[in-house]
C-alpha cells in the first residue's frame, strides 16, 4: 500500500500561518500520512518553487503538530551542514515527543553553494560534515549521551529521512536512513536507484547499512496543468516500488482542491 504524502505550501510570507494550519487539517482528514515542510535560511533569490521554505520547519511543525492528532510531520529536507547536529537532535526529540512521536526528520546536504557563504558555512566539505552530523545524531537517538545528559531520550523510533539521488547520498541513506526521498525521476531512474541504494544497505562495508530496511519514496510535482500526467507518474511510480509518494501541489491557493482530487483520483483505481 502506497502512502500518499503532501509537500505543504511555504513560499509567501504573506500567507497567514492559519493557512497552513488549515491545509495540515485538511491533509489528516483526506488520508495523507504525512506531510513535509521545506528549508532554506538564507537563499539568494525569492521563495518560490526553487527556494521553498519561508518559515523554519522544525518551529512550523510545532505549531502544526499541536492543531493535529495523526498525520506525520517531516522535514523535506533540512540541510545538516548548516547547523550543530546536536541543536537539530534536541529539536527532533522535543518534536518528537510533544508530538505524540509524529516527526520524521528529513535530512540533506545541500546545493546552493551562495546560501552556504551566506551563512558563513564551507561548502565544499559539507558532505563529509553531514556524514559526521548524521553519525552524532544516530547515536544521540540510539541512548547516548556523548559527556552530557541527552534528553529527552525517544520513546518510541524517530525516523531518519535522507533526501538525494546523488551517490553520496544513496550512501549516507543506506547507512544512517531509516527512509530515503529522491526527487525529479520517472519511474526507471527511480527503479534504479532503488536497486542501488538496496545494494548498498546489503553492503557489509556499509556499517550499520543491514540493520534497518530503507523505506523508499519520491516526489513529485503538481504547480499546473490537470492531474492526469501527475497521476499517471505516481502509478508508474507505485509500480516501480515506491512505497509513498509526497506530491508538491504549488500555490497554497490552489492546495486544497488539488490535494482533494489528486487522492481522489489516485485510489479510485
Known amino acids: 500500500m502506497v502512502e500518499l504524502q503532501v509537500v505543504l505550501p511555504d513560499e509567501s510570507a504573506a500567507m497567514p500561518p492559519e493557512r497552513l494550519v488549515e491545509l495540515a487539517i485538511a491533509a489528516e482528514e483526506l488520508g495523507y500520512g504525512t506531510a513535509w515542510l521545506p528549508d532554506h535560511l538564507l537563499p539568494p533569490g525569492q521563495f518560490g518553487s526553487t527556494y521553498g521554505g519561508v518559515y523554519e520547519p522544525l518551529v512550523t511543525i510545532g505549531y502544526l503538530a499541536a492543531r493535529t492528532t495523526r498525520i506525520r510531520f517531516g522535514t523535506s529536507v533540512l540541510v545538516l551542514p548548516m547547523r550543530s547536529p546536536y541543536v537539530v537532535a534536541k529539536q527532533a526529540a522535543t518534536l518528537h515527543r510533544?508530538?505524540?512521536?509524529?516527526?520524521?526528520?528529513?535530512?540533506?546536504?545541500?546545493?546552493?553553494?551562495?546560501?552556504?557563504?551566506?551563512?558563513?558555512?564551507?561548502?565544499?566539505?559539507?558532505?563529509?560534515?553531514?556524514?559526521?552530523?548524521?553519525?552524532?545524531?544516530?547515536?544521540?537517538?540510539?541512548?547516548?549521551?556523548?559527556?552530557?545528559?541527552?534528553?529527552?531520550?525517544?520513546?518510541?523510533?524517530?525516523?531518519?529521512?535522507?533526501?538525494?539521488?546523488?551517490?553520496?547520498?544513496?550512501?549516507?541513506?543506506?547507512?544512517?536512513?531509516?527512509?530515503?526521498?529522491?526527487?525529479?525521476?520517472?519511474?526507471?531512474?527511480?527503479?534504479?536507484?532503488?536497486?542501488?541504494?538496496?545494494?548498498?544497505?546489503?553492503?557489509?562495508?556499509?556499517?550499520?547499512?543491514?540493520?534497518?530496511s530503507v523505506r523508499v519514496g519520491t516526489r513529485l510535482d503538481w504547480s499546473s496543468g490537470e492531474p492526469d500526467p501527475v497521476v499517471q507518474s505516481a502509478y508508474e511510480l507505485a509500480e516501480a516500488g515506491a512505497e509513498t509518494i509526497a506530491v508538491s501541489f504549488g500555490d497554497e491557493r490552489d492546495t486544497l482542491d488539488r490535494m482533494t482530487r489528486f487522492r481522489a483520483l489516485f485510489t479510485a483505481e
Open 98 to 212: 510533544l508530538s505524540g512521536e509524529r516527526v520524521v526528520l528529513g535530512l540533506g546536504a545541500g546545493w546552493e553553494a551562495t546560501e552556504f557563504a551566506a551563512v558563513g558555512s564551507s561548502f565544499e566539505d559539507r558532505g563529509r560534515r553531514t556524514h559526521e552530523s548524521l553519525a552524532i545524531i544516530r547515536s544521540l537517538f540510539s541512548g547516548e549521551d556523548r559527556d552530557g545528559v541527552f534528553e529527552p531520550k525517544l520513546r518510541a523510533p524517530l525516523p531518519i529521512m535522507i533526501g538525494g539521488t546523488t551517490g553520496p547520498a544513496l550512501r549516507r541513506a543506506a547507512r544512517f536512513g531509516d527512509e530515503w526521498q529522491g526527487l525529479g525521476l520517472d519511474a526507471t531512474a527511480f527503479a534504479t536507484a532503488v536497486s542501488r541504494l538496496r545494494a548498498l544497505s546489503a553492503d557489509p562495508e556499509q556499517p550499520g547499512a543491514h540493520a534497518r
